[in-house]
């Protein structure tokens, strides 16, 4: 099992920045992949960026791509994900996820596929 504690979470103008970051504990050896999902109120959670843990290896989903970076540091078990050019639509709970499955990190997109979640941190974007 994998413990998942997100932060960097807040409060942002548009047009600011954020960078959050998911520090990972536990049985991090059999994390294959780590991801960032985001929920706005009454829509589903959906994908925003995955990373192979071993090669670094990302993928972005298409309306973040150029603003948004997924990251991370091998040697403090984190990953990061920096956030440009923020947009009020961008108003979520984003949420730190990790898995134990194999694969091409472009096939790592759906919920289904992770099995370790962290509790989310909010990040509210102001017009």
């Known amino acids: 099992q994998v413990q998942l504690v997100e932060s960097g979470g807040g409060l942002v103008q548009a047009g600011g920045s954020l960078r959050l970051s998911c520090a990972a504990s536990?049985?991090?050896?059999?994390?294959?992949?780590m991801g960032w999902f985001r929920q706005a109120p009454g829509k589903e959670r959906e994908f925003v960026a995955a990373?192979?843990?071993?090669?670094?290896?990302?993928s972005h989903a298409d309306s973040v791509k150029g603003r948004f970076t997924i990251s991370r540091d091998k040697s403090k078990n984190t990953v990061y994900l920096q956030m440009n050019s923020l947009k009020p639509e961008n108003t979520a709970v984003y949420y730190c996820?990790?898995?134990?499955?194999?694969?091409?990190?472009?096939?790592?997109?759906?919920?289904?596929?992770?099995?370790?979640w962290g509790q989310g941190t909010q990040v509210t974007v102001s017009s």
């Open positions: 990373i192979s843990w071993s090669a670094g290896s990302t």
């Open positions: 996820a990790a898995t134990r499955a194999y694969g091409l990190v472009t096939s790592i997109k759906s919920t289904l596929d992770f099995d370790s």
């Open positions: 536990g049985r991090t050896f059999s994390m294959n992949f």
